[in-house]
């Protein structure tokens, strides 16, 4: 139907038929003379609606028409215009595909702020917000980025199954479904399943999916269902799978920089290229730093939201969290050889905030076995996943980025549900 965005006007000379189509932002009538604003996608237009040109009745209807319906523009561009966007439309024909009604449940340019309950309430109209839609425009290249990366650096992409029938990290935060006579569970992680796939010789896989989490608090930074961004390789330490974070990280960054410089302009932020090698930072030095800061943490538990502030105001960048106790992460990392308290697990933060973690795995049957027991689990309810083990495991280490985490901390934004396009929280499933 168009032949342009607005936003490729500008190149096209004086006197150039067009057609646009968008949403009319806002009409402002002068009585024999009123400027539309059409909006699309990538930008606004000037539709410039002049009534001698249209006649009485046309001129009248156009400019009746409620904001936010959908229209398409026939017409010339008209360089020589006062118009501050530098061009106007004259249209020869103006279709009204679908007319808006009114009032609307909420405004789009208006000034006025409105809560963030009523915009996901009617998140469609929320979205049409540039500044809104930037951020899916950012998300958007952050997944398209990693997946260069990813691919260049030999990894397959996998799709490995949401409905499962064990817990993949231990028993909490499962939510439950009907499988026919049978109970099964949503994925909280598709970590044993990129595990076995190195059983089966696949070497690097990487995954892009959603995982659900049935955690009861309602925070700015968990979601019930969030994009999980998965890799797994073989062959692999945690320092190579930290060094494959490092360039994953680093390219989507250079990516957005590249490629979103108007989205990024619209939300006013500024991205900097991180500085490599990340640090990496001990979590036994990290549980000292806070202690001396008196805040009370005893070996093996994880920091809490206050410690995380602290430490964030020390690291306010990327840095990792290593060498991890073994009771503070889950039963499928390797311990440390030298001692067996610690496992070779990571953190990825940003300042205070999480967005990775992953690990060096347990690739010897007899001590993951052992390991699950003395977290409590039953080796049964594992045994898909264990005979993996027996049959030629290689070594093997992943991480696992939250989509939406990254998205926040580019863009700057304070609450996860800005991030996210329908967010399914403790009081949320619709839309
Ligand atoms: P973890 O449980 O730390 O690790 O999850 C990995 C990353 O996913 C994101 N994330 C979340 N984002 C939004 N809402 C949530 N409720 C939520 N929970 C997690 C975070 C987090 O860093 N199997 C391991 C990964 C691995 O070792 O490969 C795992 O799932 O950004």
Redesign the pocket.
Known sequence: MRTHFTNQLNELPDGFNVTICGWVQDIRNLGNISFLILRDREGIAQVTLIKKEMGEDYYKKINGLNRESVICVNGKINKKTQSKLGLEIIPTKIDVLNEAETPLPMGIIDKVSVDIETRLNNRFIDLRKPEVFSLFRIESSISKGIRETLENEGFIEIHTPKIIATA??GGTNLFKVKYFENDAYLV??P?LY?QIMMAAGFERVFEIAP?F?A?EHNTN????E?V?I???MSFSTDDDAMNMLEKVIYNAIEKIKKDNVRDLKILNVEINLPERPFPRVKYDELLDYVNSKGIEMKFGEDFSSEALTLIGEKYKGFFFITRWPMEAR?F?VMPCEDDPRYGR?F??QFGER??????QRNHIYSSLKENIIKKGLNPEDFKFYLDAFRYGMPPHA?????L???TMILTNSKN?REVTLFPRDRRRIIP
Do not use: P, V
Not at 221 to 224: A, E, G, Q, W
Not at 354 to 359: N, P, Q, V
């Open positions: 993949t990290e909280q992680s970590q990129k995982a989490r955690e930074r968990h979601l019930n969030f999980s998965d890799i797994e889950a499928y697990a953190d990825l999480e967005i990775t973690s992953g690990a992943g991480w696992a980025i939250g939406e985490r990254f996860i």
